[in-house]
């Protein structure tokens, strides 16, 4: 069954905690994204990744990291230097290079929330 | 900037009404594609059209493009209840790769 899983659906936070949420695909795809949703928002660019082992900030990178060792697999990090971490983090992929198949496929998101 | 702008921010229709959502953008695209978020959930990619389409249907979706004006406009046709979420544009360059959604149009559509 193909398809981007990103866990936890829930997570709780305290203050001063980094945590980690999980991006996993299983469609062969290169090109890999976080975003970030708050309440009634659109959706902000925090990192994306072309290919594995290689990746480039969004426009809200600050107090996030991440890392691609492997094509499946794009975990976000965030910090404790995000100031305000409270919100709905979304993961896409797609495959990169053959105009055909350029559509995003995106996970159900992971709500974080901080306490 | 890459992103798309959508307009209206948001449309309060009856069940059976058309529709439109229209999304701008400022940079030269390969294609321009919408997608669907109900509340709460991932986006779904609803259709795509290329640089060189004017125009194309999937279902009740209509979709334009016009680069000379750099807009795009999604006509829904027929609305359901169902039809019910925010609806994103993302324009897409194939050099940046960067996926840049606008902050959407919520459509509520009434029974």
């Known amino acids: 069954d193909g398809g981007i899983t990103q866990s936890p659906k829930y997570l709780f936070r305290k203050e001063g905690q980094n945590v980690t949420l999980s991006c996993e695909q299983n469609?062969?795809?290169?090109?890999m994204y976080w975003y970030r949703q708050d309440p009634g928002q659109g959706l902000r660019l925090i990192y994306y990744?072309?290919?594995?082992?290689?990746?480039q900030k969004g426009d809200i990178a600050e107090g996030y990291s991440v890392s691609r060792e492997k094509k499946e697999s794009f975990p976000l990090t965030v910090t404790s230097a995000q100031k305000n971490p409270t919100a709905f983090y979304l993961c896409?992929?797609?495959?990169?290079?053959?105009?055909?198949?350029?559509?995003?496929?995106f996970g159900q998101g992971t709500r974080l929330t901080v306490v | 900037s890459q992103q798309g702008e959508e307009d209206p921010q948001a449309l309060s229709i009856q069940e059976g009404e058309n529709a439109t959502m229209n999304c701008s953008y400022k940079?030269?695209?390969?294609?321009l594609q919408w997608y669907r978020q109900n509340s709460g959930r991932g986006l779904v990619h609803l259709i795509l059209?290329?640089?060189?389409?004017r125009e194309k249907h999937s279902g009740r979706l209509r979709v334009t493009l016009d680069t000379s004006k750099k807009s795009s406009s999604l006509l829904i046709t027929a609305s359901r209840a169902a039809d019910t979420a925010s609806y994103f544009c993302?324009?897409?360059?194939?050099?940046?790769?960067?996926?840049?959604f606008g902050t959407g149009t919520r459509l509520q559509v009434f029974p």
């Open positions: 940079t030269s695209i390969n294609n």
């Open positions: 896409a992929s797609r495959t990169r290079g053959q105009p055909l198949n350029t559509e995003a496929f």
């Open positions: 469609l062969n795809h290169d090109a």
């Open positions: 990744s072309q290919i594995v082992n290689d990746f």
């Open positions: 993302a324009p897409l360059n194939y050099n940046t790769d960067k996926l840049i």
């Open positions: 059209i290329r640089s060189n389409e």
